[in-house]
């Protein structure tokens, strides 16, 4: 009688190792657009602007949004204002398929 043995697979470098469950990535939360917007104005960025020959201003923008600035006499006004764009930023990018990027882990939509 022959003794069956039992062979062991011993992965090298040509054999793929897989997990027995497969990692999960964290996703944000997914929050309103009104709880995005906040979450953004917490990155915004102002600084003032002397170079303008209408007088001094404020910019504002949120980096992590391309394009998504704006400017006002003041800073209240400029953050005021940031928040309309932010919302058209949104608004637009989606509507031209783009995607939205997560701030502060969290997620629109």
Known sequence: MALATKQEQVPDATTA?????????KVGRRVSLREYVAQALRCAVYEPD???PDGPCVVAEVP?????????????????NLIDAIEVW??????HGGRVPPINGHMFG
């Open 50 to 52: 002397n170079s303008l």
């Open 64 to 80: 992590q949004l391309p394009g998504c600035f704006t400017q006002a006499d003041n800073f209240e006004e400029a953050r005021e």
């Open 90 to 95: 949104v608004v637009a990018t989606l509507r």
């Open 17 to 25: 190792v897989t997990s027995p469950r497969p990692s999960r990535r």
